[in-house]
T-cell receptor
Framework: DTGVSQDPRHKITKRGQNVTFRCDPI?????LYWYRQTLGQGPEFLTY????????KSRLLSDRFSAERPKGSFSTLEIQRTEQGDSAMYLC?????????????FGQGTRLTVV | QKEVEQNSGPLSVPEGAIASLNCTYS??????FFWYRQYSGKSPELIMF????GDKEDGRFTAQLNKASQYVSLLIRDSQPSDSATYLC???????????FGTGTLLAVQP
């Protein structure tokens, strides 16, 4: 296992289209986090899974956003009816314990551009 | 007031000098404090974390925590051009123990 993997690395989409991103965490990690990062800002928390259960969602996550982690393995983040304000780097991280207790490993991110 | 405040920089230091990066936070209940490094276009990487007041050293890096004053800092000794990156301060906590990040400080080490 070489770390957290995210796919695709880059996505350009037209406004109004739906997009889906995938994250494959480190295999033994049961905690998975999604963050969003815009230029000049730090990562902003979006949502958190422990195994397959989605335990926390940020108020940043509007009803156009949905995330899943079926079977507690990989996770997907879908954005429906994309808007230009959705353009950002979407980062996935995984850890053995909560991120506040141990090292979390980030994937390389998916850079979304909405045109 | 943001939960985590950092000066965005850039902080410019000459090679071999000590770089001092600072972070203040508003939540007195925060229990854990992290420093991540992020190169341009790359994902964040953990440098170190600290839980207790005082200093914690790891190689050229020293994290300092003062809970009474609600600040945490990172010192980088013998700074190298390869240290040039954005340094993100983050707080751990909450029921799901997620990290809350600051905006980051851009460090530029001049050869």
């Amino acid at each position: 296992d070489t770390g957290v993997s995210q796919d695709p690395r880059h996505k350009i989409t037209k406004r109004g289209q739906n997009v889906t991103f995938r994250c494959d965490p480190i295999s033994e990690h049961n905690r998975l986090y999604w963050y969003r990062q815009t230029l000049g800002q730090g990562p902003e928390f979006l949502t958190y899974f422990q195994n397959e259960a989605q335990l926390e969602k940020s108020r940043l996550l509007s009803d156009r956003f949905s995330a899943e982690r079926p079977k507690g393995s990989f996770s997907t983040l879908e954005i429906q009816r994309t808007e230009q304000g959705d353009s950002a780097m979407y980062l996935c991280a995984s850890s053995l314990q909560g991120m506040g207790n141990t090292e979390a490993f980030f994937g390389q991110g998916t850079r979304l551009t909405v045109v | 007031q943001k939960e985590v405040e950092q000066n965005s920089g850039p902080l410019s230091v000459p090679e071999g000098a000590i770089a001092s990066l600072n972070c203040t936070y508003s939540d007195r209940g925060s229990q854990s404090f992290f420093w991540y490094r992020q190169y341009s276009g790359k994902s964040p990487e953990l440098i170190m974390f600290i839980y207790s007041n005082g200093d914690k050293e790891d190689g050229r890096f020293t994290a300092q925590l003062n809970k009474a004053s609600q600040y945490v800092s990172l010192l980088i000794r013998d700074s190298q051009p390869s240290d040039s990156a954005t340094y993100l301060c983050a707080l751990g906590g909450g029921a799901t123990n997620k990290l809350i990040f600051g905006t980051g400080t851009l460090l530029a080490v001049q050869p």
